[in-house]
């Protein structure tokens, strides 16, 4: 069959080939935009018209999607939880600081009163304490008091601050605290590093055989870093402690006892009692 050039038959035969590739290449792009406002949908939810992403129910097949989205959730809540336990262990630690610093300035009031009350005396009196300590043991310069005066004490330094500078004059405690608190955090299993140090979060006693007793620090707020990697949960039994809430209004009713293992490191041979108080939000 032929055409004439001119006529509408064999321009139509000419092009229809163009044409039908045309159609081709557009319905394959209005296939491929559905398909990419169906993932877009899937994985970012919508936009409506006032422009606000707006998240669609999740199917059945959108709940691996879903469960995952609430596991990050979950954990994203779990280190803003372990942060604020540590910002609250660190506010901790220097109120313990700040409470050191406070007795001491009361200690130096003290002494300077009692040398502008008798300053010919001064001389006589330390040269006194001088040889009462070179007669009394050199390991243990501590008065001698029976347990229940020492808790008793503690108990009302915790919120006295002359109570407390009386406690420190007449026992003059120590610091213990756990070497690998950090460590703990990362492994529940590793066995608790007690050491004597500047500050920590007990206040020990020397004792005769190599020993001391022990409470919790003054200022010591007992919250989850403390209660377990802080090792509080080995030192003193203290049955009501919940890790959703912290606790400041302790009172010992037994203190622990530590012995020496040499240097600067003890460990615990009998665990003391414990009463964590009211419990207060975290």
Not at 162 to 178: D, G, M, T
Request: glycine share 6%; net charge negative; with cysteine.
């Amino acid at each position: 069959m032929s055409f004439y050039r001119d006529s509408f038959d064999y321009l139509w035969s000419g092009y229809l080939p163009y044409i039908w590739i045309s159609l081709g290449v557009i319905l394959i792009g209005v296939l491929m935009f559905d398909l990419i406002i169906r993932l877009k949908r899937r994985f970012f939810g919508a936009v409506t018209e006032k422009g606000v992403l707006e998240q669609k129910e999740p199917t059945d097949s959108d709940h691996g999607f879903s469960s995952f989205n609430l596991q990050q959730l979950k954990k994203n809540l779990d280190e803003l939880k372990k942060g604020q336990n540590d910002l609250i262990e660190s506010i901790s630690s220097v109120n313990n600081v700040l409470g050191r610093i406070e007795v001491k300035l009361e200690e130096i009031k003290n002494k300077d009163g009692k040398i502008h009350q008798n300053p010919a005396g001064h001389k006589y009196k330390t040269q006194s304490n001088s040889a009462s300590a070179q007669s009394s043991p050199a390991t243990n310069h501590r008065e001698s008091a029976t347990a229940p005066d020492m808790t008793a004490l503690y108990n009302a330094s915790r919120t006295d601050q002359s109570r407390r500078a009386e406690f420190r004059e007449k026992y003059k405690p120590f610091c213990i605290n756990v070497g690998n608190d950090v460590e703990r955090r990362r492994d529940a299993n590793l066995a608790p590093d007690f050491r004597q140090e500047d500050d920590g979060s007990y206040l020990a006693v020397s004792q005769a055989n190599d020993q001391a007793v022990v409470f919790p620090n003054f200022t010591l707020v007992v919250v989850e870093a403390i209660y377990g990697p802080g090792a509080l949960s080995e030192v003193f039994e203290c049955d009501d402690f919940d890790r959703r809430f912290s606790y400041q209004h302790l009172c010992v009713t037994e203190p622990a006892t530590f012995k020496s293992t040499g240097g600067l490191n003890w460990r615990v041979i009998d665990k003391g009692k414990l009463e964590l108080g009211p419990a207060q939000e975290s």
